[in-house]
């Protein structure tokens, strides 16, 4: 089996392996070259934004800033944030988890791709990428394995000494983990810490007073599809005054047991000072005025739960650069401590939640710039009001839907950012706008599916089958979720749920989770056609989170339909796909069921699979994608 490429359009992300059910997988040369001549243009959404995952600006010249978009790349603003123009978008990847600016030298950019928000959704980097000339060129300069990147320092006063503090493989265990260190521009690497195969480092921060300084938060992890486990023996707090070449692990004061992921902070102005965020089972910030040597609790446990809630998606502390008793956090919201952290207030009221970077200008530290789930807000009070970026297409899209109309309308789902539906054509001379885009609904936009014979009548869904008809008609959806009985279980929904309508009859449309679902009348009722599709393992269905920090949004459902495809030419014959690795199909309507996934040769046990697309012209014939 070969595995064949992954192309990745601003966010839109497609990896996947071709089948028919009785051949191997087929050539990724040979898929490649469908794609050579097609040229994409973007039509949007940029109402909205994408999930920001880290700011630099220039200091000596602050209207130049760089945002890096977790699913979309680098972008960068030459006059304040006015226009943006994407600068990291034609590389291997467009997964990016870190900037740095050299400020010695601010045509040298480094680029930590891979992002290290820990999500289900996010998609691996392969390594740093450096610029000499502001972006206009990039060069790949290796660490490929490292997978995921959450922080690089530069040198202050050499650019050729680079850190790099790499997460490693989510999913499993590697030795690409730990922190790289380059004094030679990035042409070769010396690995300085290293703990094991299960543990990464979510932060790291150099003294601004000793470029031999540094402080390093070390976190283990793991990521399964039904499961995620934040915090280890592995996580800690360590420290080097020789530029990496002995570390010195900090506990002298900091709290005992396992801890999870940390965020740290050295302060500019008082460089004695740092801070350190710690997830742990009473998890709080610890502030210490010589330099790690001792340490004082500052917040208690439920003041760190409320700025930091879920400290593995989170995690990042920051310090005012002119006065080092004011510390912001953010996580759901962004907060403000004028107290070194007893107390806190919300600054980010009118902006998209889920906050994920924070720029402080050191000239002025009322001007913050903040990224989010929603893109990039900038305010020069302190966040008593902010300006919104609405013009910049960030979004990790997740599905795509279509109607018949010419010209015909496109509908996306967007993680955190709900569906949107707007034309795939503009008569305007300024092309499509944002004027032209309208949302049908909220949450984390999944499928948006249009009855090809109504354009008005679209059913799309949000996180674990939050699912509605929308009426353009009306500008208004109607909840139609399949609801199990008071008598029995609950139904199982994935994150990402189908919603599929039937090539041979419009007015059929089915959903997926545990079982296969199918309604003719709009989802007013729904009928159960399957037994329980997937392998139903009770060891797959557990609560996620810990060993400290339960974590149970849904994202870790599993055991669940992810896929479905209807035969459009012969009616009744429907493959179904499923997270634990079953591919099902029934010939009769959903009377008899039979599971396929063991025709197809070399493929490991469980493996999800994403997406199955019946064959267009021969009813005993489908292809089938796994990740």
Same mark, same amino acid.
């Given at each position: ?12 992300? /497609? ?198 300084? /540094? ?36 506990? @002298? ?25 710690? @997830? ?59 107290? !070194? ?50 013009? !910049?297409?960030?979004? @990790? ?66 996180? !674990? ?67 329980? /599709? ?78 199955? @697309? ?14």
């Amino acid at each position: 089996m070969k595995k064949a490429s992954s192309f990745v359009i601003l966010g839109i992300i /497609l990896s996947f392996i071709c089948f028919s059910l009785n051949t191997y997988g087929q050539s990724a040369d040979k898929i490649g070259k469908l794609y050579e001549k097609i040229k994409w243009r973007n039509i949007g959404p940029a109402v909205m934004g994408g999930r920001t995952v880290d700011i630099d600006v220039v200091e000596k010249e602050p209207w130049i800033i760089y945002a890096a978009i977790g699913p979309s790349g680098v972008w960068k603003s030459v006059n304040n944030g006015i226009t943006w123009a994407p600068v990291f978008h034609k590389e291997n990847t467009v997964s990016v988890g870190d900037i740095a600016i050299a400020q010695s030298h601010p045509d040298i950019i480094w680029v930590g791709t891979g992002e290290a928000t820990c999500r289900n959704s996010v998609t691996i980097g392969d390594g740093v990428y450096k610029s000499i000339d502001g972006g206009k060129k990039w060069k790949n300069m290796g660490l490929k394995n490292t997978r995921h990147i959450s922080r690089i320092i530069i040198n202050p006063g050499d650019p050729n000494i680079v850190y790099v503090a790499a997460m490693g493989h989510l999913w499993g265990p590697n030795k690409w983990r730990g922190i790289y260190k380059t004094m030679d521009g990035g042409k070769t690497w010396r690995k300085v810490l290293y703990i094991n195969e299960d543990t990464g480092v979510a932060d790291l921060a150099i003294d601004p007073s000793d470029s031999l300084t /540094l402080y390093a938060a070390t976190y283990e992890h793991r990521r399964l599809p039904y499961y995620f486990s934040s915090g280890g023996p592995g996580s800690g707090l360590y420290k080097t005054t020789d530029g990496g070449g002995t570390w010195t692990k900090l506990t @002298e004061d900091l709290p005992e047991g396992v801890m999870g992921r940390i965020g740290i902070a050295v302060s500019r102005s008082n460089p004695n000072v740092v801070y350190a965020l710690i @997830e742990h089972e009473d998890g709080g910030i610890w502030r210490s005025e010589d330099k790690g040597k001792s340490w004082k609790r500052i917040c208690d446990n439920e003041t760190f739960k409320r700025v930091n809630f879920r400290p593995f998606y989170y995690s990042q502390i920051r310090i005012d650069p002119s006065d080092d008793k004011v510390i912001y956090v953010f996580s759901g919201g962004s907060f403000v401590s004028k107290d !070194m952290g007893k107390k806190f207030k919300l600054i980010s009221g009118g902006t998209h939640p889920d906050h994920h970077a924070l720029w402080i200008d050191p000239s002025n530290p009322l001007h913050l710039i903040d990224g989010n789930d929603g893109g990039i807000d900038i305010t020069y009070d302190g966040g008593k009001n902010w300006h919104p970026i609405q013009h !910049m297409a960030l979004a @990790e899209v997740y599905q795509i839907g279509f109607d018949m109309r010419k010209p015909y309308y496109v509908y996306c789902g967007l993680q955190d950012n709900g569906s949107w539906g707007g034309p795939s054509a503009s008569i305007d001379t300024a092309g499509i706008t944002n004027a032209d885009w309208y949302t049908i609904g909220g949450g984390d936009g999944f499928y948006a599916q249009v009855d090809p014979t109504d354009p008005n009548i679209i059913y799309r869904n949000y996180q !674990m089958n939050g699912l509605s008809r929308f009426d353009m008609r009306i500008k208004r959806g109607k909840t139609v979720r399949p609801q199990a009985s008071i008598k029995e279980p609950p139904y199982r929904f994935n994150w990402n749920s189908p919603i599929y309508i039937s090539p041979n009859d419009p007015k059929t449309v089915y959903t997926g989770g545990n079982y296969l679902f199918k309604t003719t009348n709009g989802g007013h009722s729904w009928e159960i056609i399957s037994p329980d /599709l997937s392998t139903n393992d009770p060891k797959k269905q557990k609560d996620s989170g810990g060993p400290i920090t339960m974590d149970n949004t849904g994202a870790e459902i599993h055991c669940t339909i992810i896929t479905i495809s209807e035969s459009p030419v012969e009616k009744g014959v429907i493959w179904c796909g499923t997270d634990d690795g079953n591919v099902q199909i029934t010939r009769d309507g959903g009377k008899t069921w039979k599971n396929a996934v063991k025709k197809i040769k070399n493929l490991p046990p469980n493996t999800w699979c994403s997406r199955i @697309e019946a064959s267009h012209f021969e009813a005993g014939t489908t292809y089938a994608a796994f990740d």
